[in-house]
């Protein structure tokens, strides 16, 4: 269990001790990215009570694509996790990631904040058109229906995730679901329940994430839909 953070402080307990057992042993690695308001010494000290918790901190800031692969690279389960830290996704919802991986119904699994209810402002009205349009987008290019590219919340196998490169997206959502359809994974979709942040401000950007965005499915356009082009060729 990877949970990326950035100046969450008002939120990290709540979201630590929230987190259920979900397999004989979970693993929760926090990965501070550069925070300013205390978090990492809030993790020091939950981690007197929480033998199973884990921290990794370093600064300056690097984005949550960085952080999650920081929490992936130095995590030793077999089933790969992400939960956000502002509390949007309540950590209970968890075991509805891990189940379809562990009986072996899912190769990666993708939260969706569109089938389920989604609380009243959770949501910023631009955001909300961004997710329809990259979802739309992504179904075409993953060759499977996708709901939401941009849910936290997101599962796989550590096997798997080892075959996918991490350094295009600044929030690794998009990376995930390049290297998902790149390995050719089946994604089922979990839907969840959305709520509005506990404390805090979101740190999602539309206008400059969206430009950032769009520039990672671009070269997930190049790495899948024209990497299969070529690779047909070569073949016929």
Not at 50 to 58: A, C, T
Not at 92 to 104: D, R, V
Not at 131 to 137: I, S
Not at 177 to 195: C, F, N, Q, S, T
Request: glycine share 8%; hydrophobic share 40%; charged share 25%.
């Amino acid at each position: 269990m990877i949970i990326p953070c950035y100046n969450e402080a008002e939120n990290i307990q709540e979201a630590v001790e929230r987190i259920p057992q979900i397999a004989e042993f979970t693993e929760i690695i926090v990965v501070d990215d550069g925070s300013i308001d205390g978090t990492a010494e809030i993790v020091t000290d939950l981690m007197v009570d929480h033998d199973n918790l884990r921290l990794i901190s370093y600064s300056p800031n690097r984005g949550k694509g960085p952080a999650v692969k920081a929490g992936f690279d130095a995590a030793s389960g077999d089933v790969l996790m992400i939960l956000d830290a502002d509390m949007t996704v309540p950590p209970e919802e968890l075991q509805k990631f891990f189940t379809p991986i562990s009986e072996g119904k899912a190769d990666f699994v993708n939260g969706t904040r569109f089938i389920s209810s989604m609380e009243t402002q959770a949501m910023r009205r631009l955001n909300w058109y961004g997710n329809k349009v990259f979802a739309f987008l992504f179904s075409w290019l993953l060759g499977q229906k996708v709901t939401d590219t941009l849910c936290g919340t997101k599962s796989l196998l550590r096997s798997n995730y080892q075959n996918i490169e991490m350094n295009h997206c600044r929030w690794g959502d998009f990376d995930l679901l390049i290297g998902a359809a790149k390995l050719d994974l089946k994604i089922m979709e979990v839907p969840i329940v959305y709520r509005r942040r506990l404390a805090g401000e979101s740190h999602m950007k539309p206008f400059k994430h969206g430009f950032l965005f769009f520039k990672t499915f671009l070269h997930g356009v190049k790495q899948v839909k024209l990497g299969r082009n070529q690779a047909n060729g070569r073949r016929g």
